[in-house]
């Protein structure tokens, strides 16, 4: 039970990244604009917090500055997309590449550690929080391991993005601009009949997706590993975008999927240099692989029926 119980929190931990840059990727993809940047806008919040809470001593002004980049590259994509009508999927694949390239460039010409930023003090880090008697309740039989040790004891940022879950479902499916989003995505010209600004409700998606990939970002170096490493998000971005295709671009089911890759990544790591009976060791690449294998898994089996926002990747050109 402990050890089950220490499996789904590594698995919450893991997908909290995914799940942020999932609905990044669902506000911009819903608008009509194809995000495959979202690897590249998560690796620069992820260094931009981590320089920023070295310098200034503090994660919330790392978290600051990690979306600020991010939002920056995101209305850079929606310049080159939306105002000029520019390949979608270059511009993306143009800000992954500068992202890759950047990053490890600047770490290295400002802290000269071989690309990576120095390690943050305990007080530059998002610090755990523990829940209401978490304490009082661990000896409680199966109700006292879940709470003091799955529910409690994560970061503000992860009880943050649980949060941010009914949100964009509610402001997707429910709010006035989410009618206008889903209408952009499907049939732009309609819209601006309508009266819609179609750059308008896409610069905004985007906007939103830039915040939603900076706390991606922030988590990685501010929170889970505590500095930023060369190329530390280790394609999360295209998992995450993998998630968003297998929920068909909708929230809740994009989210499984994230848990579901999560969870095949938690089970990777206890995996290695362990012993199994019958097929003993296992080899560490075989392992390292299962996340991807269950990416190409999941989307052979569901990406079929998956039917995408009509209007996404077209440049629209209004109507004279």
């Known amino acids: 039970m402990e050890q089950f119980i220490s499996l789904l929190d590594s698995t919450i931990r893991v997908a909290t990244p995914l799940v942020l840059a999932a609905l990044a990727g669902l506000f911009s993809e819903r608008s009509g604009i194809v995000d495959i940047s979202l690897e590249g806008k998560m690796l620069l919040a992820a260094f931009a917090s981590a320089a920023a809470a070295f310098a200034f001593h503090s994660p919330w002004i790392g978290l600051l500055a990690g979306i600020a980049v991010s939002v920056a590259f995101a209305m850079l994509h929606g310049f080159v997309s939306v105002t000029y009508n ?33 390690q943050l003090e305990p007080d530059s880090r998002f610090s755990e929080i523990a829940l209401p008697f978490a304490d009082s309740v661990r000896e409680v039989p199966v109700l006292g391991p879940v709470y003091s040790q799955l529910l409690s004891g994560h970061s503000i940022l992860v009880y943050t993005t649980i949060a941010i879950i009914p949100v964009v479902t509610w402001f997707v499916y429910r709010s006035r601009f989410g009618l206008r989003l889903r209408a952009v995505g499907e049939n732009p010209h309609a819209a601006d009949t309508a009266g819609v600004s179609v750059a308008r409700v896409r610069y905004i998606a985007l906007f939103w997706g830039g915040v939603l990939c900076g706390l991606a970002g922030t988590f990685l170096s501010v929170y889970q590993t505590g500095a930023f490493i060369k190329e530390m998000t280790a394609g999360k971005g295209f998992l995450a975008l993998a998630a968003l295709i297998f929920g068909k671009w909708r929230p809740v089911p994009a989210v499984i999927g994230c848990l579901l890759f999560a969870f095949a990544d938690a089970i990777q790591i206890r995996l290695e240099g362990v012993d199994l009976p019958v097929v003993g060791q296992i080899p560490s690449q075989f392992i390292q692989v299962l996340p991807y294998a269950l990416t190409v ?20 050109v209004k109507s004279r």
């Open 86 to 118: 520019g390949n979608q999927l270059i511009s993306g694949m143009s800000i992954n590449i500068i992202a890759s390239g950047i990053t490890p460039v600047l770490a290295l010409a400002w802290f000269q550690q071989g690309g990576n930023t120095p």
């Open 297 to 316: 898994f999941l989307l052979a089996g569901f990406v079929g029926r998956a039917v995408a926002p009509k209007s996404i990747g077209i440049p629209f």
